[in-house]
């Protein structure tokens, strides 16, 4: 009896890029994708060690932990490092970007995350894109967490890598992930002597070996459980609707802050400002007094179905996260995960009013 995972035929490589053409077609770009065979990580720190170099100097971006990530990745390429860190209850700014680049002339390279999950904030990218191409840097985005779940144009705002993963708003797999690669990039690359050849992390190796091979050969057996999965997840999006994929998590974004802040007991919105928010996930401040993570954990126990989850790092003490990506882009997990903070808050001696959370998820997210 065949299995539904295994003694599967083998990926081919028309199959592979087609699944390429469709990630392009998600970004809306005209320039180059490469499928890495991992998470996302490793096509982000392909990105840094294939742009950066001694010599380099890059302007870090740091709203969140990923932006610490980065740095330490150029810092360790010998690139000197900028970094622009700004509070994680907010977003940068173009302007800051500007000045960023104005007091440093010989800035190469920008790193910048779009919308991170673990801070719950997002980055206006198409600004800052037009900055950075003022200046003519080459421009490195992170859209892990805002793939599906917000506007993406990499060509239309000028960013050179793109890195998505599927796992958050697209609902999709984790194991592989992609990249969008400019001329530029390519060319920047192929000048860096430090940048990785023949290595797992190598953006040059999948332009060899199979770009510039007419995508006729895979390198390398891929991994391919995650790339039917990733083909499943991208036919489930162009079924859906784009549009309407987005539309359903800024809708989860904005119900799970207004009912947040409608459910009382101390609860805020973590993000100050509603526009700094990320549609992906809604972080949230947990009351004076309270811990966010020992709240999560009594949240969870009157409901483990909720996409609920502690800050991390030092923020375990103060953040609540709600996950509301993917499958759990609906009004119900919306409600479920106020509800089950509810409890936990009434449980820490609280007064909430569940009533008036849901009245206001509805009102900020009719219909359904
Ligand atoms: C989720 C995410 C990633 C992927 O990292 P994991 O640690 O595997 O979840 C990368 N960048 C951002 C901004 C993310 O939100």
Redesign the pocket.
């Known amino acids: 009896m065949t299995h539904p995972f295994l003694d599967l035929a083998p990926l081919t490589a028309s199959r592979f890029a087609e699944i390429e053409r469709r990630v392009a077609g998600l970004l809306d770009t005209e320039q180059d994708v490469v499928i890495m065979q991992g998470?996302?990580?490793l096509p982000?720190e392909g990105c840094i060690r294939g742009g950066a170099r001694p010599g380099s100097t890059a302007l870090n971006v740091v709203t969140g932990p990923?932006g610490q990530t980065f740095g330490n990745w150029l810092r360790d390429c010998g690139a000197e490092v900028v970094d622009l860190a700004v509070p994680f209850h907010s977003a940068v700014t173009a302007e800051q970007v500007e000045r960023a680049l104005a007091e440093h002339p010989e800035i190469d390279f920008v790193s910048l995350?779009h919308?991170?999950?673990?801070t719950g904030n997002t980055n206006p990218v198409a600004e800052i894109g037009e900055a950075v191409r003022a200046h003519g840097a080459l421009f490195m985005l992170?859209a892990?967490?805002s793939a599906g779940a917000e506007p993406l144009l990499p060509d239309a705002w000028g960013v050179d890598l793109c890195v998505i993963?599927a796992?958050?708003a697209m609902g999709g797999p984790?194991g592989v992930s992609a990249v969008s690669v400019s001329a530029r990039a390519w060319e920047r690359m192929a000048a860096n002597p430090r940048a990785p050849r023949q290595s797992y992390l190598s953006l040059l190796d999948w332009k060899a070996r199979w770009i510039d091979g007419g995508r006729a050969a895979l390198p390398h057996a891929p991994a391919q459980l995650e790339m039917l999965a990733l083909e499943a997840c991208l036919e489930r999006i162009e079924a859906d609707g784009l549009e309407n994929v987005i539309a359903r998590h800024a809708s989860a974004a904005a119900a799970t802050r207004a009912g947040a802040t409608a459910l009382g007991g101390g609860l805020e919105p973590y993000v100050h400002e509603a526009r700094d928010a990320a549609p992906v996930a809604t972080t949230l401040r947990a009351p004076a007094g309270v811990d966010a993570s020992a709240l999560v954990a009594r949240a969870l126990a009157a409901d483990p179905s909720v996409p609920l989850i502690a800050g991390g790092g030092a923020l375990a003490k103060e953040m609540i996260r709600v996950n509301h990506y993917g499958a759990e882009a609906t009004r119900d997990a919306v409600v479920s995960s106020l509800a089950a903070l509810g409890a936990a808050l009434a449980d820490a001696g609280r007064e909430t009013d569940l009533d008036a959370a849901r009245e206001a998820v509805k009102e900020t997210w009719p219909g359904e």
């Open positions: 998470e996302a990580l982000l990923y995350v919308a991170e999950a673990a992170d892990v967490a993963g796992q958050k984790a």
